[in-house]
């Protein structure tokens, strides 16, 4: 998905920009794989293929460890798997991020080649990658952060700045 951000340096009109974004997408893209390589329609099929690929792959995989107590599945193995793909195979992407939580801890991989970028730089990407998420998370979980956005209230039928008055009133009253 392509995510269109405002040159806005205020992180909190960005998450609710990217909030919005993210949920006017129809069932959380879940179809555009089967539209995408199942439609018959040529112009729809043209269209999306011609779409610019991206550098960079990013994949939340879930909660991978989660078991009911009841469950005859042990966990999730500590040892390694390898590599995913043959090491001579063509690499689709420049990056590609694999995230997943486990043991209550949210785990990254970061696969790239290093024909192309230096192991330091990756390291350096992925320390700012985790300072940013941090910073994200902090924020959002400070009691100033003001996360409300018009798709949290449909009905409403409010833009952005109706909203914001609107909280702020109610605000101003507690």
């Known amino acids: 998905m392509l995510l269109k951000l405002e ?3 205020n992180l909190e009109v960005i998450i609710k920009s990217v909030k919005e974004q993210l949920r006017q ?3 959380r893209g879940f179809n555009y794989g089967l539209l995408r390589y ?5 112009n729809i099929k043209n269209n999306l293929n011609n779409q610019p690929q991206s550098q960079i792959k990013f994949n939340y995989l879930g909660q991978l460890d989660f078991t009911p ?3 005859l599945i042990l966990g999730l193995a500590k040892e390694s798997t390898g590599d995913n793909r ?5 690499r689709q992407y420049l990056i590609e991020i694999n995230s997943w939580i486990s043991e209550n801890q949210l785990q990254f ?5 290093r024909n192309i ?8 990407l992925a320390q700012t990658y985790i300072n940013n998420l941090t910073y994200l998370i902090n924020h959002c979980q400070s ?11 449909k009905a409403a039928n409010l833009n952005q700045g109706q909203l914001d008055k609107f909280m702020s009133k109610i605000k101003k009253r507690k």
């Open 25 to 27: 997408i129809p069932n």
């Open 117 to 124: 970028h230096n192991q330091t730089t990756i390291e350096n």
């Open 109 to 113: 991989t970061w696969n790239y080649s």
């Open 7 to 9: 040159d806005n340096r």
């Open 69 to 71: 107590a009841d469950s």
């Open 86 to 90: 043959s090491l001579q195979g063509k």
């Open 143 to 153: 009691p100033e952060s003001k996360g409300y956005t018009p798709s949290d209230f």
């Open 38 to 42: 199942l439609t018959k329609d040529e």
